[in-house]
T-cell receptor, first 120, second 112 residues
């Protein structure tokens, strides 16, 4: 149980285009989903948190107009990298929890396999 | 400001021996800690966690020790196996919040 999938697993795009990454919880309802970014040989950095049906909360330094997050259902969140540039190339990982952010279950996060984005 | 630090970027251990991975934190509000294992181009896989009300938690070959006064935790893997070769991240959070703070990771290589 507690499986989280991401699609696509890797994507290559041209500079200036937009890319959408999907994150799905396959066997549980994910009230809260998280988006992380990992640069090579660095830690995972939280980008934003979204609760189903409400606007995402972005971490300091993350441009909300560039990284659009939609959490329209209890099993799906999407991250759209708008007008991508080479510096956006990174490994993007989502995670999901059945609990509400701040609630008693929010200690548990289940991670997706990640999406490798390369912007040419 | 790195609130969670893993000072050893890499560690090599012989198969069958003990692997000890260390993690230090600075924020005294952290009360829940987790260890994740990560292979390249994959998402982290949960290994083991510990609440601050405990000082030890064991699950099979994996044991996590927490020293609150030193703000230090460690992951022991015994016996180490070649399949354990991966990058290990510790993460810390304050219960009731959602924000995992990850360490920088330690690359473990178990030599056959």
């Amino acid at each position: 149980g507690a499986v989280v999938s991401q699609h696509p697993s890797r994507v290559i795009c041209k500079s200036g285009t937009s890319v959408k990454i999907e994150c799905r919880s396959l066997d549980f309802q994910a009230t809260t989903m998280f988006w992380y970014r990992q640069f090579p040989k660095q830690s995972l950095m939280l980008m934003a948190t979204s609760n189903e049906g409400s606007k995402a909360t972005y971490e300091q330094g993350v441009e909300k107009d560039k990284f659009l997050i939609n959490h329209a259902s209890l099993t799906l969140s999407t991250l759209t990298v708008t007008s991508a540039h080479p510096e956006d190339s990174s490994f993007y990982i989502c995670s999901a929890t059945p609990g509400l952010a701040g609630g008693p279950l929010s200690n548990e996060q289940f991670f997706g396999p990640g999406t490798r984005l390369t912007v040419l | 400001d790195q609130q969670v630090k893993q000072n050893s970027p890499s560690l090599s251990v012989q198969e069958g021996r003990i692997s000890i991975l260390n993690c230090d934190y600075t924020n005294s509000m952290f009360d829940y800690f987790l260890w994740y294992k990560k292979y390249p181009a994959e998402g982290p896989t949960f290994l083991i966690s510990i609440s601050s009300i405990k000082d030890k938690n064991e699950d099979g070959r994996f044991t996590v020790f927490l020293n609150k006064s030193a703000k230090h935790l460690s992951l022991h893997i015994v016996p180490s196996q070649p399949g354990d070769s991966a990058v290990y991240f510790c993460a810390a959070l304050t219960s009731g919040t959602y924000k995992y703070i990850f360490g920088t990771g330690t690359r473990l290589k178990v030599l056959a």
